[in-house]
């Protein structure tokens, strides 16, 4: 079993909560990183994702590269698109978008993205992605021209999560997108934590430590935070190592 993998399983079993930040190359500036990544090194993360829906080519590599300066923690990328890979980070979540129909973002991107991560060196995490509807249209749905499933509809989202660990995924990952109006109903959290021998990824609306203990509470292995750590201090401070 690879290492990244491996730690995260680890920790899931252990019930050991993980704390990932997600960097979108797109609107950090490189040149802002060190002293970013200083303050997520002291702060209770365990990896970096990197990555967004629309993203200039290069960007994220040079992100990663600045990254690598800075901090020892695993750098994971979280690719909106087959531009954004790049051999320089640890990882990647190999994204399958299980919650929408459309192929390309099934399968037709992954085979696109093989001969890159063949010759990457990068550990190749399969991950069924499950986008939430969260009351505003994400940057995810436009670019995946798919559409969330309803918050409202439990039952469909426990089985897509199932029907993703069953065709091999590693990790589900319940999304409600980049600027949710609010996060994955703790609700859905619990019921799909239930079913699920895999370990289980919450990110998007995640704005205070209250929301963060609640998605934990409820059975996210791992939760990943964006616009919260970047924009509200009082927030940080209450993440910060002790």
């Known amino acids: 079993m690879s290492a990244i993998y491996h730690n995260i399983k680890s920790a899931a079993k252990q ?8 960097i979108d190359p797109d609107k950090v500036k490189v040149e802002n990183l060190g002293k970013f990544a200083q303050k ?11 990555g967004g829906s629309i993203v200039e080519e290069n960007e994220t590599e040079n992100v990663v590269v600045e990254l690598k300066k800075h901090t020892k923690l695993p750098i994971i990328l979280f ?19 299980i919650s929408g129909r459309n192929p390309d973002y099934l399968i037709s991107k992954h085979v696109e993205a093989v001969p890159k991560l063949f010759r990457s060196g990068l550990e190749v995490i399969p ?18 021209q798919t559409k969330p499933i309803p918050k409202q509809d439990i039952e469909n989202i426990i089985n897509t999560a199932k029907a993703g660990e069953y065709l ?27 079913r699920l021998e895999i370990p289980l990824i919450v990110g998007g609306g995640i704005r205070t ?9 409820s059975g996210a292995d791992l939760v990943v935070i964006g616009t919260a750590f970047e924009e509200d201090e009082n927030f940080f401070n209450q993440i910060r190592k002790e």
């Open 168 to 194: 091999g995924h590693k990790l589900i990952y319940l999304e409600a997108g980049s600027g949710a109006t609010e996060p994955v109903d703790f609700k859905i959290i619990s019921e799909v934590k239930k």
């Open 209 to 217: 430590k209250e929301a963060l203990d609640l998605a934990f509470n």
């Open 79 to 97: 690719p909106g698109d087959v531009t954004q890979i790049t051999d320089k980070a640890d990882g990647i979540l190999f994204l399958s978008l």
């Open 15 to 22: 019930k050991k909560k993980q704390l990932a930040v997600l």
């Open 127 to 144: 991950t069924g992605y499950i986008l939430i509807e969260n009351g505003r249209e994400t940057s995810v749905e436009r670019v995946s």
């Open 40 to 50: 997520i090194n002291q702060s209770i993360a365990t990896h970096i994702f990197v």
